[in-house]
């Protein structure tokens, strides 16, 4: 009996020592240890051995039982040790590869500058309000006074969707859907995009941008719009920059003008930018015309305002110097990345 426990062991030690997985180690744990173990039979038929022997067999019993689940634990053990090992191998850093490189974007040069128009416009009290881009012949024309015969009426020059309704060609019709909704005082700005029927070249794209703005309440005159609109330039332009307010003709606003800056690269002696002038002209305004406040509810006799629009692009191209309006819609990241 003595032998077959050391044959057991020695067996038992020479897999273990062979045992590449631990699934092959816990195959040979079941084999030996397991309860229906070779070395649990053995045990078993202890009780064939007489009283004397009895306790010798035992211990050699256990001594080969612990023996082996030392073995085994080792065996164990280092095979853990090999996989931690090939593991950390496998996943090494190499801390010399170059790292992915994150660029930073940057907004687009009309939002920087609608931004700033926006906000030298909020620091003055003007809230932003928006209308639609596709609006109706109504509030786009004929709430705005326009004669049934005006140019800008024609298909040529306008994007229609039915005989109503269009793509609006400036945000002037913001005007007319604020007095409807809302009681003086009015103090609004409101950006968003137009729609023309042009060709595009260097100065036309058939989508640009405008601002409007609108301030209505008691006691409102051309000064309060000169006034306003000289402090935008100055704020816009540089403090050294002089308006100027030419007549013009609106149809929304009596009376009207065209509103020019003093060229802001050569001081007025004219230069490139300016085409020689010495001015650069920069937005439309107005006083309210008395047929827009009535058809949008407000009582003349009480209230009076004043209204501008301008072109977002133009101001850009004005104030970055760029020559061709088209550079902001292709999307050119060597033209963009000029304006972080
Ligand atoms: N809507 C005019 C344009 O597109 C600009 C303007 C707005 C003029 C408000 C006067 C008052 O040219």
Known sequence: MKNKLFEIKNTAINLIEEAATKDALEKIRVEFLGKKGRLTSVLRGMG???A???PAVGKIANEVRQVLEEELKKAFDNINEKEKLEKLHKETLDVT???KKITLGSKHPLTVTLDEITKIFMNMGFKVTEGPEVETVYYNFDALNAPK?????DITDTFYISDNVL???QTSPVQVRTL??????IKVIAPGRCFRCDTPDATHSPMFQQVEGLLVDKGITMSDLKGTLDVFAKHLFGPQVKTKFRPHYFPFTEPSAEVDVTCFKCGGSGCRVCKGSGWIEILGAGMVHPNVLKEGGVDTEVYSGFAFGMGVERIAMLKYEVDDIRLFYENDMRFIEQFR
Not at 149 to 153: D, K, L, M, Q, Y
């Open 180 to 185: 409807k909704s809302q009681a003086p005082p």
């Open 52 to 54: 004397e022997e009895r």
């Open 97 to 99: 590869i170059p790292g």
């Open 167 to 169: 793509l609006r060609t």
């Open 48 to 50: 064939n051995l007489s």
């Open 149 to 153: 015969n005006h140019p800008s009426r």
